[in-house]
């Protein structure tokens, strides 16, 4: 049978191509306009690990699998204790006999890679410290929305070069995107980042990376930030508070920017650092509905991963007798 989705994990977005991603932008907005994608994972029990905190992957993962007909199970970090009780592919390798997919939010990208090596069902990213890829679906299907386009559209990541910003940056080159990147000297994306982004930017439109937010917002479409300090590295708050104040996303800041520039938030939001909350709660914003789009991104994905994947058809003992 042939398949929307050439592979079976998303582990990166760059595991996806541009056609790739456009087909679950697709089906995400005729999901989200009514269209009733049916019950594609029906009979189908999904793990989600989580050794992070969540709130948003946890309950839209949730939420579509239910949708789709399946039924999640959600383990957190102090139960599995990954890495300290088990390893990742121990894990991995238990999750395999009994369920039919993985969706992780881990630390660790290798453990990711890992645990996608020893299960036989699709493994997709809840976030590692490496990428956020089911965010960067759902962004990119806020921008289609606002600006009406993703190819070509002008986006100013201001912050950290993280998680969330690598995802941005293969989305940016695979998609045609044209990303500027604001980040304080020090904090742009690894350089190892950087060189595959240029690999696989080919011939299409580019991303900058530079220090200043003035060039970046001059005719930009969305402004998009992240927190500051993520996940696992509160001790160093103090110093990133002081090394990215000037890049606060504030009125002043977008002053710089069109007036009919979207502000776009991955959330969690630390209201005062990143981002105002009057910015957040503002005009300009489009957060929550971002925000609402990981659940018609992620049906959109679910279905599509999982179609042409057999449903179990044996249990161990059924093959050995
Ligand atoms: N944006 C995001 O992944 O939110 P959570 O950390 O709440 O899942
Ligand atoms: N960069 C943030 C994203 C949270 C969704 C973190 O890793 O904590």
Same mark, same amino acid.
């Given at each position: 049978?042939?398949?929307?989705?050439?592979?079976?994990?998303?582990?990166?977005?760059?595991?996806?191509?541009?056609?790739?991603?456009?087909?679950?932008?697709?089906?995400?907005?005729?999901?989200?306009?009514?269209?009733?994608?049916?019950?594609?994972?029906?009979?189908?029990?999904?793990?989600?690990?989580?050794?992070?905190?969540?709130?948003?992957?946890?309950?839209?993962?949730?939420?579509?699998?239910?949708?789709?007909?399946?039924?999640?199970?959600?383990? %957190?970090?102090? =139960?599995?204790?990954?890495?300290?009780?088990?390893?990742?592919?121990?894990?991995?390798?238990?999750?395999?006999?009994?369920?039919?997919?993985?969706?992780?939010?881990?630390?660790?990208?290798?453990?990711?890679?890992?645990?996608?090596?020893?299960?036989?069902?699709?493994?997709?990213?809840?976030?590692?410290?490496?990428?956020?890829?089911?965010?960067?679906?759902?962004?990119?299907?806020?921008?289609?929305?606002?600006?009406?386009?993703?190819?070509?559209? *002008?986006?100013?990541?201001?912050?950290?070069?993280?998680?969330?910003?690598?995802?941005?940056?293969?989305?940016?080159?695979?998609?045609?995107?044209?990303?500027?990147?604001?980040?304080?000297?020090?904090?742009?994306?690894?350089?190892?980042?950087?060189?595959?982004?240029?690999?696989? *930017?080919?011939?299409?439109?580019?991303?900058?990376?530079?220090?200043?937010?003035?060039?970046?917002?001059?005719?930009?479409?969305?402004?998009?930030?992240?927190?500051?300090?993520?996940?696992?590295?509160?001790?160093?708050?103090?110093?990133?508070?002081?090394?990215?104040?000037?890049?606060?996303?504030?009125?002043?800041?977008?002053?710089?920017?069109?007036?009919?520039?979207?502000?776009?938030?991955?959330?969690?939001?630390?209201?005062?650092?990143?981002?105002?909350?009057?910015?957040?709660?503002?005009?300009?914003?489009?957060?929550?509905?971002?925000? =609402?789009?990981?659940?018609?991104?992620?049906?959109?994905?679910?279905?599509?991963? %999982?179609?042409?994947?057999?449903?179990?058809?044996?249990?161990?003992?059924?093959?050995?007798?």
């Amino acid at each position: 049978m042939s398949r929307a989705l050439s592979g079976r994990d998303l582990l990166s977005i760059a595991d996806l191509s541009r056609d790739e991603i456009n087909t679950v932008l697709d089906l995400a907005g005729r999901a989200k306009r009514g269209e009733d994608l049916g019950a594609p994972l029906h009979g189908r029990n999904l793990a989600l690990i989580f050794q992070r905190p969540s709130n948003r992957t946890r309950v839209s993962f949730e939420v579509a699998i239910n949708r789709l007909g399946g039924h999640p199970i959600a383990l %957190f970090g102090d =139960e599995i204790r990954l890495g300290e009780r088990e390893t990742a592919s121990d894990i991995a390798r238990i999750l395999d006999r009994y369920a039919d997919g993985v969706i992780a939010r881990l630390t660790s990208q290798r453990d990711l890679v890992a645990i996608a090596a020893a299960v036989r069902g699709p493994v997709i990213s809840g976030m590692t410290d490496a990428e956020h890829p089911c965010q960067l679906l759902a962004d990119l299907m806020t921008v289609r929305e606002t600006v009406g386009k993703v190819a070509g559209a *002008r986006v100013a990541y201001i912050g950290d070069g993280n998680n969330v910003c690598t995802s941005w940056l293969y989305a940016a080159v695979i998609c045609g995107l044209d990303l500027r990147i604001v980040a304080p000297p020090g904090y742009e994306p690894a350089a190892a980042v950087l060189d595959k982004a240029g690999r696989l *930017r080919g011939n299409g439109t580019g991303f900058s990376v530079g220090h200043d937010p003035a060039a970046a917002l001059r005719d930009v479409d969305v402004v998009y930030t992240d927190v500051w300090t993520s996940m696992g590295q509160e001790a160093e708050q103090q110093r990133r508070r002081e090394d990215f104040g000037h890049l606060q996303v504030n009125e002043a800041l977008l002053a710089l920017a069109p007036p009919q520039v979207r502000v776009m938030h991955c959330l969690p939001a630390h209201r005062g650092e990143e981002i105002t909350g009057s910015v957040l709660d503002g005009p300009r914003s489009v957060v929550f509905d971002q925000a =609402e789009n990981r659940l018609w991104a992620q049906m959109a994905l679910l279905a599509l991963v %999982f179609e042409g994947v057999p449903e179990r058809s044996a249990t161990t003992a059924e093959v050995a007798s």
